[in-house]
């Protein structure tokens, strides 16, 4: 019940292409969706985040869809430029301050 | 804002020996702070959730007397692997939340520990 199902595991985009990560769940008490990119050798770093009463959040070339009935919710990069390259994870939390649970995290590498 | 740091950035040390972590908000109190596990291109496993003035609490699994996690304050956290070994060697990583209407965590830098 506590699991958040990420994919894909790897992703490779050409620069200026769309990159698409998608994320379900289960636990249906989950109200906190945030996203975060992680760089080699560095601590995840918190990209975007959304609650379950919008269905979309954009910030600049990340968007979060969020689709509550279907327990899935995806980041999409638009625009992808190689700087984007790093590893995004997908979390969902319950409440305040609470213990984050973890997708596996997806591999993006943008080419030239 | 939201800066957290993590001192040190990495650390060797001899099997036995015990080795602390630090953990800091610096630019806002952390009523919760989390302490995760990261392997190589694995996701991070939480260990555990600390509030500060209160004790610990861990994960299945995660022994609390080898990773001891003490939050004296609102800005500071540790985490003291103790008779560390080899396998203890790990990615670790801290997080805080400054609580109250606050969903957010933020992660510091990380801390590399080689037990050799």
């Known amino acids: 019940q506590q699991q958040v199902k990420q994919s894909p595991q790897s992703l490779i985009v050409q620069k200026g292409g769309i990159s698409i990560i998608n994320c379900a769940y289960e636990?249906?008490?989950?109200?906190?969706f945030p996203w975060y990119q992680q760089f080699p050798g560095k601590g995840p770093a918190l990209l975007i985040a959304?609650?379950?009463?919008?269905s979309e959040k954009k910030e600049g070339r990340f968007t979060i869809s969020f689709n509550k009935s279907a327990k899935q919710f995806s980041l999409h990069i638009m625009d992808s430029q190689p700087g984007d390259s790093a590893t995004y994870f997908c979390?969902?939390?319950?409440?305040?301050?609470?213990?984050?649970?973890f997708g596996t995290g997806t591999r993006l590498q943008v080419t030239l | 804002g939201a800066v957290v740091s993590q001192h040190p950035s990495w650390v060797i040390c001899k099997s036995g020996t015990s080795v602390k972590i630090e953990c800091r908000s610096l630019?806002?109190?952390?009523?919760?702070m989390f302490w995760y596990r990261q392997f190589p291109k694995q996701s991070l496993m939480l260990m555990a959730t600390?509030?500060?003035?209160?004790?610990?609490?861990?994960e299945q699994g995660v022994e609390k007397d080898k990773f001891l996690i003490n939050h004296a304050s609102l800005t500071l956290s540790t985490l003291t692997v103790t008779s560390a070994h080899p396998e203890d060697s790990s990615f670790y990583i801290c997080?805080?939340?400054?609580?109250?209407?606050?969903?957010?965590?933020?992660f510091g830098p990380g801390t590399r520990l080689t037990v050799t």
């Open positions: 997080s805080a939340s400054s609580g109250g209407e606050s969903y957010e965590q933020y």
């Open positions: 636990n249906t008490a989950f109200d906190y």
């Open positions: 600390s509030n500060e003035g209160s004790k610990a609490t861990y």
């Open positions: 979390a969902a939390s319950r409440r305040t301050a609470s213990k984050l649970t």
């Open positions: 630019d806002f109190q952390a009523t919760t």
């Open positions: 959304i609650r379950p009463d919008v």
